[in-house]
């Protein structure tokens, strides 16, 4: 049976293989949590426990998908002090690949695995995706364990230690120059043209895995919930899942509160906070794609669910801010020296806005605040890649290189 989409903004449904509705904003997967409980959760490892919400069950053999989710959730007091509130980790960094990119990656692989995106005269040959690189490590390393071929396409700035990290997994890589915002959306179309399911970080399959974080850091906590959950930003998807996530436990009776969401931007590249500060319904792209930053994982001028991160933002009575680099340093420096924590820098963007939200007063100290922390700092200098691994193509020259790619 197809897939059935639905717009979170116009609530059109579609079972089109397809990202975005026909009125612009994405799409994310049509779920009935009606009659939920948290005794529904099975004894299935990782995120499969939550198969009742989820599109597809753990595929047979489980491959490395079975080794996706179940990251621990960590009572940290030592971190009380520096954020102003009580703090519990959500230690995203224990996936696989490192960063919570595998939970989107399983579930979007097993279903493609299954047929479920297969269409009556297009079958899916290959997957593919855009990244920056934590979600290109995890799909290369997914569609590795599935033996589907991949594709990666990667902005040509990339630092070469990532690409290193990437080409262990043997995918087609190709540095793009251009606008990173289009290349998103141009891959998605050219992709679908030689039947390439590209899972972009917010695909309506991608969100149906990532919403599990949400799901596991509920269920830790149930039967009541954390105050507000705390994360970092960037296209949107991880965002979009975990509030997807609350919307289908409140509407199955499974927690009573929704947590208040504070979604965190990196000061160098913050649209969808800035759209939030100024009272706008939409969110604009930052001209010139933004300024340098540390972050640079989460630094996303043109976010495609830039939009839904504001509502999710304002229907919980959150909000979206941001922090600037040494702000940033400061908190990975307490995540390494009192929690014994290794993050990525984008990791740690959460914490920083954490202290910032207690100082204003909008997080108190006796606040039960879940701070998800993405991705691990230890594969930051790990592998190698020299320039023959990747061609250097211009961004319109995409369709013919997924072309060549398909055959």
Not at 255 to 267: E, H, K
Request: proline fraction near 6%.
């Amino acid at each position: 049976m197809p897939l059935q989409r639905v717009c979170y903004d116009c609530d059109r449904t579609t079972t089109e293989r397809r990202a975005r509705c026909t009125c612009g904003e994405p799409l994310w997967l049509d779920t009935d949590p009606e009659g939920f409980e948290w005794s529904d959760v099975t004894d299935a490892p990782g995120l499969w426990r939550y198969e009742a919400l989820l599109p597809v069950g753990m595929p047979t053999p489980g491959r490395l998908a079975a080794a996706a989710g179940g990251t621990p959730l960590l009572r940290e007091p030592e971190l009380d002090g520096f954020a102003g509130t009580k703090i519990h980790l959500k230690v995203e960094g224990q996936h696989p690949t490192g960063s919570f990119k595998d939970r989107g990656s399983a579930v979007a692989l097993a279903a493609i695995d299954a047929g479920l995106e297969d269409e009556s005269d297009h079958a899916i040959d290959a997957v593919g995706t855009v990244s920056h690189g934590n979600m290109a490590m995890s799909m290369a390393a997914y569609a590795a364990s599935f033996g589907l071929p991949c594709v990666v396409l990667v902005p040509d700035d990339i630092p070469e230690e990532r690409l290193g990290v990437i080409a262990q997994f043997e995918p087609e890589i190709r540095r793009v120059r251009g606008d990173y915002g289009r290349l998103y959306r141009d891959s998605l179309e050219a992709g679908a043209a030689h039947d390439i399911a590209f899972v972009n970080s917010d695909v309506p399959l991608r969100v149906a895995g990532q919403k599990t974080t949400a799901l596991e850091i509920c269920e830790a906590f149930a039967p009541t919930a954390p105050d507000a959950i705390v994360m970092p930003v960037s296209s949107g998807g991880h965002a979009s899942g975990v509030w997807k996530a609350l919307r289908e436990l409140e509407a199955a009776g499974a927690i009573d509160d929704v947590p208040r969401l504070y979604f965190v931007q990196t000061a160098a590249c913050a649209p969808i906070a800035e759209a939030f500060a100024t009272g706008a319904e939409t969110v604009s792209p930052i001209e010139g794609g933004g300024g340098e930053t540390i972050a640079y994982s989460i630094a996303n001028a043109d976010p495609p669910s830039g939009n839904r991160v504001l509502r999710a933002a304002r229907e919980t009575d959150g909000a979206v801010i941001a922090v600037d680099d040494d702000e940033i340093r400061e908190a990975q420096h307490e995540l390494a020296t009192e929690a014994g924590l290794t993050v990525e820098a984008s990791s740690a963007v959460p914490l920083a806005g954490a202290q910032l939200l207690a100082e204003a007063g909008t997080l108190a100290n006796d606040d039960d605040v879940a701070v998800i922390t993405t991705g691990t700092g230890l594969k930051e200098a790990a592998g190698s890649a020299t320039a023959e691994v990747v061609d250097s193509v211009d961004i319109d020259r995409l369709d013919a290189e997924l072309s060549s790619f398909a055959e």
